[in-house]
């Protein structure tokens, strides 16, 4: 971990991020995150933006599925010196701690726990029989084992109507409670200084859970089998907190995520995690570290610590693997991809690519693209080792070689080679004399990385194999929409039925006047040179 463990400030994370929303792109969140409803309720449905009760969705999402940019945070560490066990923490938990939590919505929306305190699960009742604390609507059934409480400083963010000058618009009909159901985990001061393995699994959908598991000691205390977390240098698994899907369905109807996300790996800073909640009424609340006048903003020691670049969180390695056999877990099956056909993802992002991206003057980075292109070797080096050349290749067998490209080579996952001899279309380190050259099966400037495919269809793919005819909105009419389409209908028939009577009454008419052949015009001089016309002329 980052930092100093008894200095607040860092905000270091690993999380899980659905991917119709870009971390910090509110655009891209705003009545999307973190959304996880299945369920059409038409009192939220202008509060999440794709709602089931939505009878197309558009952009290659499926009709009727309510969708959403969810949030695991595996862990989020709050650094600092609590001076003792932090108040309403059972078991006692001390900074630093790990916060394990679950971001959903909707949230309860009333009765909810107050910040600072445990959520009171049963009515007090005072001697004379009067309620003296009603009991407050969580959820039930969470499990926490170890040095674990629930979190009792954050239980989630209201989202209301946004003001004018805010970079998004919300109006107070999508405005909508969102829950965090979280646990704090004790950490100590061996997590900042060795590697420490943190693991969760997740079993998506109805019927699924979320655990969490941390590396712990196993002691007989009075007799039972607890777990401690000591000096944090432990080597046994421990289930820290578990979320089961039967705990978020029974009291609001959401569920444990489904959605395709992505593995974030950051640490942060915020005046909101980690900072002093109070300054002396004397203290300018600014931050900035060149600022003497700031100093009273930061915790002690906090801007030498910046200073010092001892800020770098290291990650040794990342497993993310799954189950092939749906009846090996509960919940819904397992997928790795960003576009499964089960919850599409890329249509909606590129015909949205403006939310995912920033434009100046704001930023020039993105380019206007949501994502930039995984460089392919490219990185400056000295030696193979640089490459991955000393990383033995992973081989492939019958049951993954659709899965990954992946091919043995005796110099590993790549070479360091003369700028010179690199192969078209090679990216180049200004100034390099030599660059990384990648083996075939992976890639990354370093070429560390394992160049995969996805294990399923894409649900583009699958579409545009279909006939154009079934990418059509299909209709279902509601009463209403009946009932004017019958009224129209009832009305044309009216019409028609006037307007043939009318054409035979004149077809009556003109039948009864007595007519006179036409006879061409005569003209006949008399005696008194007077022209006499017979006849008649139309």
Not at 176 to 198: C, I, N, Y
Not at 273 to 298: I, R
Not at 389 to 414: C, H, I, W, Y
Request: hydrophobic share 30%; charged share 20%; glycine share 8%.
């Amino acid at each position: 971990m980052p930092g100093d463990p008894f200095i607040g400030g860092l905000w270091p994370a690993v999380w899980l991020l659905g991917n119709l929303g870009r971390a910090t792109y509110e655009a891209s969140t705003n009545n999307i995150w973190p959304w996880s409803y299945d369920v059409c309720d038409r009192k939220l449905q202008e509060a999440q933006e794709i709602s089931k009760c939505n009878v197309q969705n558009h952009y290659g999402l499926n009709p009727h599925q309510g969708r959403g940019a969810t949030e695991v945070d595996i862990v989020e560490v709050m650094t600092g010196d609590s001076n003792g066990p932090l108040p309403a923490t059972v078991p006692p938990i001390s900074l630093p701690y790990g916060d394990m939590t679950l971001q959903v919505a909707p949230g309860i929306p009333s009765n909810r726990p107050n910040s600072g305190k445990q959520p009171k699960r049963n009515t007090t009742l005072s001697d004379t029989g009067h309620t003296m604390f009603a009991a407050e609507t969580w959820y039930d059934g969470l499990e926490l084992q170890g040095n674990t409480s629930i979190n009792p400083f954050f239980y989630g963010t209201y989202l209301g109507e946004t003001k004018p000058e805010e970079p998004v618009t919300r109006t107070k009909f999508q405005a909508f409670q969102a829950d965090a159901v979280g646990s704090l985990h004790q950490l100590t001061r061996s997590h900042f200084e060795k590697p420490h393995t943190f693991r969760v699994e997740w079993q998506p959908g109805k019927g699924g859970r979320l655990d969490w598991f941390v590396k712990t000691y196993y002691e007989v205390i009075n007799g039972t089998l607890t777990s401690i977390e000591r000096d944090g240098k432990g080597h046994k698994w421990v289930k820290a907190f578990s979320i089961k899907d039967k705990s978020l369905s029974d009291l609001i109807g959401s569920q444990i995520p489904n959605e395709p996300s992505s593995l974030i790996f950051n640490t942060a800073i915020s005046s909101t995690w980690g900072f002093p909640y109070d300054v002396p009424a004397y203290c300018k609340k600014c931050y900035d570290c060149d600022d003497p006048k700031c100093a009273c903003s930061f915790y002690p020691g906090f801007c030498n610590m910046i200073k010092s670049n001892k800020t770098a969180m290291y990650i040794d390695s990342v497993r993310v693997y799954q189950s092939r056999y749906g009846g090996n877990h509960v919940g819904n099956n397992h997928s790795v991809g960003c576009d499964v056909p089960e919850y599409p993802s890329r249509d909606y992002i590129k015909g949205n690519e403006y939310k995912y991206a920033r434009s100046p003057p704001f930023d020039t980075s993105d380019h206007g693209r949501p994502l930039k292109k995984i460089k392919n070797g490219g990185a400056k080096c000295k030696a193979d080792a640089d490459c991955g050349g000393n990383v033995p290749v992973a081989s492939s067998d019958n049951e993954t070689s659709t899965a990954r490209k992946l091919t043995s080579a005796p110099f590993g996952r790549g070479r360091c080679i003369p700028v010179s001899q690199r192969p078209r279309g090679l990216a180049n380190t200004n100034g390099a004399k030599n660059v990384c050259n990648c083996t075939p099966g992976y890639t990354g400037p370093h070429c560390l990385a394992i160049d995969h495919i996805d294990d399923f269809e894409s649900a583009l793919t699958n579409r545009l194999s279909k006939s154009l005819l079934d990418n059509f909105a299909h209709l279902r009419p509601t009463r209403f929409m009946i009932g004017m389409f019958g009224s129209l209908l009832l009305g044309l028939l009216i019409f028609l039925v006037h307007h043939a009577m009318n054409m035979r009454k004149r077809e009556i008419n003109s039948s009864m006047i007595e007519t006179t052949p036409l006879v061409r015009p005569q003209f006949i001089m008399n005696d008194n040179s007077n022209t006499i016309v017979t006849g008649r002329s139309v």
